[in-house]
């Protein structure tokens, strides 16, 4: 049988997402609860990574069992009990067998939060702290994004599949209590695209560079990776659409 599970968590202690061999990763304390509680070896599959210190809002994951779970709400509930209180399981469900939590995804939503206010200790692992933008500069240059491009200069990925082709169908620039967030929709994004994307604006914001910068690197036939990469505690992955 087949379920998926819909996640949030704090990715401040943990190194990234993905298990990896010698550090405390989310996917790997979720697997040792879950098969605690099953009494099997469960494995469970993501939408995608997230870096060290990224956070997800609503992370989707799946994984199989050999036989059906009779109660998933003492499910949700006993996961809940046993796992730290930077991870929260929000539901779980049972599925067909051809949804996969990576390839049945549409589009991906996400966040970055930036502070241009007063600094704020309590949110510090969430948020940076940035004053003296220019946000109409940024927001004007984050259009020049938006639609289907190569990424390859703007993600630290070696290789890919698709070539560094994604599509982008809207960055939003939301202001609230003197936080300006950052929404980016795309049908996927490759390592570090979204904090090198952000870092770009950020640099624009900080008039370093101009968005010439982003015409240059866009597209380009050569691969260059630009510098600008935003810190990942303001990032969070908001949304998996299917």
Do not use: C, W
Request: charged share 25%; no cysteine.
């Amino acid at each position: 049988m087949k379920y998926k599970i819909i996640f949030s968590y704090d990715g401040t202690a943990y190194y990234g997402y993905a298990k990896q061999s010698g550090y405390l990763t989310v996917q790997e304390t979720i697997e040792k609860f879950l098969s605690k509680i099953l009494n099997q070896e469960i494995s469970i599959y993501s939408s995608g990574r997230t870096d060290k210190n990224v956070h997800a809002l609503n992370q989707v994951a799946d994984f199989k069992t050999n036989s059906e779970i009779k109660d998933l709400s003492l499910l949700q509930y006993s996961l809940n009990r046993l796992l730290p209180d930077d991870i929260y399981i929000k539901s779980i469900k049972l599925v067909d067998d051809n949804f996969s939590s990576r390839l049945s995804a549409k589009k991906k939503v996400y966040q970055y939060i930036i502070n241009i206010g007063e600094y704020d200790p309590f949110k510090k692992n969430f948020e940076i702290n940035l004053t003296n933008l220019d946000l109409k500069k940024m927001e004007k240059a984050s259009k020049l994004f938006i639609g289907t491009h190569n990424f390859m200069n703007f993600t630290s990925k070696e290789e890919d599949g698709d070539n560094f082709i994604r599509t982008i169908y809207s960055i939003d620039f939301i202001y609230k209590d003197n936080r300006l967030i950052i929404e980016t929709t795309g049908n996927g994004f490759m390592r570090y695209q979204v904090r090198k994307i952000v870092g770009t604006l950020i640099e624009i914001g900080k008039n370093k560079i101009s968005e010439q910068f982003i015409i240059d690197n866009l597209n380009a036939k050569e691969r260059n990776i630009i510098p600008f990469t935003a810190l990942p505690k303001g990032l969070f992955l908001k949304e998996v659409i299917y």
